[in-house]
T-cell receptor, first 116, second 119 residues
């Protein structure tokens, strides 16, 4: 398994709370991603980063924000959690793109978030 | 926009038998990558196999192989000698070779197929 970690694994929290989901990788990967996945459904990209100080929004609109101050760390923050944010959040990373080499994404174990 | 379709929400197979999971995709690109990922219940998503579109030879990884039909835009996964540990949700994914001037590696996922393995 890849060296990419997410904490917490499970989080149950009340509406209106601020939360930060942590994601770290020890592989030195430049690119990192956040996906949102409802149970039994496909993954949707919500944020990605090319490298330090680079962040972009993904395909699925999300009220969350991300930061990339260090290569290995890509936290996701919800300023005010709502029940509609209940989902699983998966972090992934991949190497810098090299032509002719497939930059496979490696996934973390995920954080299952429940907002009451 | 690219789309990935997995038409089988659920599949089942007997242990030691062979099963094939279907995946079709839609794209106007000629160069891209295709992946199969496995997500066991409550466990980490891991890469099973990948295929570069420019390669005509089908990828193989031990008991896992693909049938890549570029003209038909089909990318099925065959699992031979199925094992109990193969039970998981399987996702087919597509990635363009490039995205604008910088390839950020965006993956487009299918809806997933839940595979059950019966002893």
């Amino acid at each position: 398994e890849a060296d990419i970690y997410q904490t917490p694994r499970y989080l149950v929290i009340g509406t209106g709370k601020k939360i930060t989901l942590e994601c770290s990788q020890t592989m030195g990967h430049d690119k990192m991603y956040w996906y949102q996945q409802d149970p039994g459904m496909e993954l949707h990209l919500i944020h990605y980063s090319y490298g330090v100080n680079s962040t972009e929004k993904g395909d699925l609109s999300s009220e969350s924000t991300v930061s990339r101050i260090r290569t290995e760390h890509f936290p996701l923050t919800l300023e005010s959690a709502r029940p509609s944010h209940t989902s699983q959040y998966l972090c992934a990373s991949s190497e810098k793109f090299i032509p002719g080499v497939t930059d496979t994404q490696y996934f973390g174990p995920g954080t299952r978030l429940t907002v009451l | 926009a690219q789309t990935v379709t997995q038409s089988q929400p659920e599949m089942s197979v007997q242990e030691a038998e062979t099963v094939t999971l279907s995946c079709t995709y839609d794209t106007s690109e000629s160069d891209y990558y295709l992946f199969w990922y496995k997500q066991p219940p409550s466990r980490q998503m891991i890469l099973v196999i990948r295929q570069e579109a420019y390669k005509q030879q089908n990828a193989t990884e031990n008991r896992f192989s693909v049938n890549f039909q570029k003209a038909a835009k089909s990318f099925s996964l065959k699992i031979s000698d199925s094992q109990l540990g193969d039970a998981a949700m399987y996702f087919c994914a597509y990635r363009r070779l490039r995205a604008g001037g910088t390839s950020y590696g965006k993956l487009t996922f299918g809806q997933g197929t839940i595979l059950t393995v019966h002893p």
